[in-house]
């Protein structure tokens, strides 16, 4: 009976996190930053790992970006690179996301796939791209809780 009161106190802070964890499967290290009124580098995700980060809103200007590249200066250079572009917005007591991802400078991922899944209620909108590139359009996302991108999942199939 304890166990069955104590388990949704303990899964709160899980559930609630607003946060986003990056899964690489692609067989090299992808760096990645974020960047809103600053830039900063987040840690690189090496291959078959995962590193997350917290997808709060600018206090600012609102609306960040994660940069990801296979270039550890990919953020400064021509290099073909990721871009999540994303808007918490923080109405109450749960965050409201708006999100997009988007090439830039070519296909990081050419010819490689990439799986976004953003939990919250309703039902939040997926991001899934067979081939390096895919839909790009602006998503939302009510009662935003966490969400995942998982690049070059093609290696996980078969």
């Known amino acids: 009976m ?6 949704p106190v303990l899964l709160a802070p899980l559930i609630a996190s607003n946060d986003l964890t990056i899964y690489n499967f692609c067989g090299r ?3 990645s930053w974020q960047q809103g009124r600053e830039t900063k580098a987040l840690p ?12 709060s809103p600018d206090p600012v200007i609102g609306g960040k ?8 200066k990919g953020i400064d250079n021509g290099a073909p690179r990721i871009q999540l572009s994303y808007h918490a917005v ?6 409201e996301l708006w999100y997009a991802l988007g090439n830039l400078n070519g296909k990081m991922l050419d010819g490689r796939s990439l799986d976004m ?7 939040c909108p997926r991001v899934e791209w ?3 590139e895919g839909d790009m359009g602006v998503k939302v996302c009510e009662r935003f809780k966490f969400s995942d991108l998982r690049l070059c999942t093609e290696t996980l199939k078969g």
């Open 29 to 31: 290290t992808v760096y």
């Open 65 to 72: 970006n994660i940069i990801l590249s296979f270039d550890p």
């Open 117 to 123: 899944g953003v939990v919250g209620s309703p039902k």
């Open 130 to 132: 067979k081939s390096g």
């Open 90 to 95: 923080h109405p109450g007591d749960e965050y």
């Open 44 to 55: 690189r995700v090496e291959n078959n790992s995962h590193v997350k980060t917290d997808l």
């Open 2 to 7: 304890l166990f069955t009161f104590l388990l």
